[in-house]
């Protein structure tokens, strides 16, 4: 319990296994020479465990595209501090607390971490953490997509940035990912027509038979993305989601209707790449003949919406209007081959680790 050492409940010392930043990567795909798999020792003990402190035993981990451009080196690439090298990387994760020096925290809570090191245990602060309700029929595996960051992404570009009317044309890209496949089935809710951009067939055919797209297409079988777009938007473009940038971002803004909005969530195309090398924009004049406004955004700068955005997510989720979909690796040495294939086309829906039950 909270204040006291819980009794025999727990080990009270264990080898945890860690994904560590051994080096930088700043460009291509990270590998083995930057993230390392090591074994540490972790006293469980309760006077290991320092006030306002709980050690936790981590059950699930988000695996999110965002930490690529945090591992670069490179400081202008930031969506969040630089991690040192040698430390635990982090991301957002459910645990167990398993020990407790926080009044608010008992063991056997489980809790949600936006700042969870990827480590079978962990000690750490009580700041950030929340608690999940038990009783709810909530799988938990949804609080790290339609209830976590990629849930909470979608709908601060959909519902408060990109607000469409019903009868919108939108469109998004990667959107048989984390964000994408929630932003799609919102913008629906909101009466939009609604197309996706994919890396697969099979993706195209999820994206529109779970959900609910009305239109998708293989990016890899495209050879002019000009010519797709006129195919799929005969009428213009009056939202674009960017998930990916490049190539794709230049081509929409010459598709896009008189007062579009293209709202930015991400850019995986250019995370592998040096700012030098990266595709530039040649199209920005639509911006001006056409009153387009294009904006950039980071969801920690909602956070004061994040109640409003729960509330109606669990809704959408109890009445079934929002179908999740997940694709869950088993046991902490799978991350880094989870965190690798979010560069490829070989996921469908939000890649997830479990590392213990």
């Not at 799929?232 to 010459?254: E, H, Q, R, T």
């Not at 007062?259 to 969530?265: F, R």
């Not at 009153?291 to 959408?316: H, I, R, T």
């Amino acid at each position: 319990m909270g204040g006291s050492d819980g009794g025999a409940a727990a080990k009270t010392v264990v080898e945890s296994k860690e994904w560590y930043l051994a080096a930088y990567a700043p460009e291509n795909v990270p590998t083995s020479d930057h993230l390392k798999l090591r074994s540490v020792t972790i006293s469980l003990e309760y006077d290991s465990v320092a006030d306002q402190h709980v050690a936790v035993q981590l059950l699930l981990i988000s695996v999110d595209p965002y930490l690529r451009s945090t591992i670069t080196g490179r400081d202008g690439d930031l969506y969040l501090p630089r991690p040192p090298l040698n430390k635990a990387i982090t991301g957002f994760g459910i645990g167990r607390v398993v020990r407790s020096k926080n009044k608010n925290f008992n063991e056997g809570d489980i809790v949600i971490n936006p700042f969870s090191p990827v480590a079978e245990y962990s000690i750490i602060p009580a700041d950030f953490l929340r608690k999940i309700d038990q009783t709810t029929d909530i799988a938990l595996p949804n609080y790290l997509s339609c209830l976590g960051v990629p849930g909470f992404t979608a709908w601060v570009a959909i519902e408060v940035l990109g607000n469409p009317k019903p009868g919108s044309n939108v469109f998004i890209s990667a959107a048989a990912g984390g964000v994408g496949m929630f932003a799609g089935q919102l913008a629906k809710l909101k009466g939009c027509r609604v197309v996706g951009s994919t890396g697969s067939n099979d993706k195209v055919q999820l994206i529109k038979d779970e959900f609910g797209y009305d239109e998708g297409f293989n990016y890899h079988e495209e050879s002019d993305f000009d010519v797709a777009l006129a195919k799929y938007f005969p009428d213009g473009i009056d939202l674009y989601l960017d998930n990916v940038g490049g190539k794709l971002l230049d081509d929409v803004l010459n598709h896009v209707n008189k007062g579009a909005n293209i709202v930015i969530s991400g850019m995986i195309s250019q995370y592998n790449t040096i700012p030098a090398e990266r595709e530039g924009v040649k199209n920005l004049l639509n911006m001006v003949g056409k009153d387009v406004k294009m904006q950039g955004f980071l969801c920690g700068s909602y956070l004061n919406q994040f109640g409003e955005f729960a509330q109606q997510m669990e809704k959408y989720i109890n009445e079934e209007k929002i179908k999740p979909k997940h694709k869950i690796n088993q046991g902490i040495e799978s991350f880094f081959e989870s965190f690798v294939s979010l560069f490829s086309s070989s996921n469908l829906g939000k890649v997830i680790v479990q590392v213990a039950t």
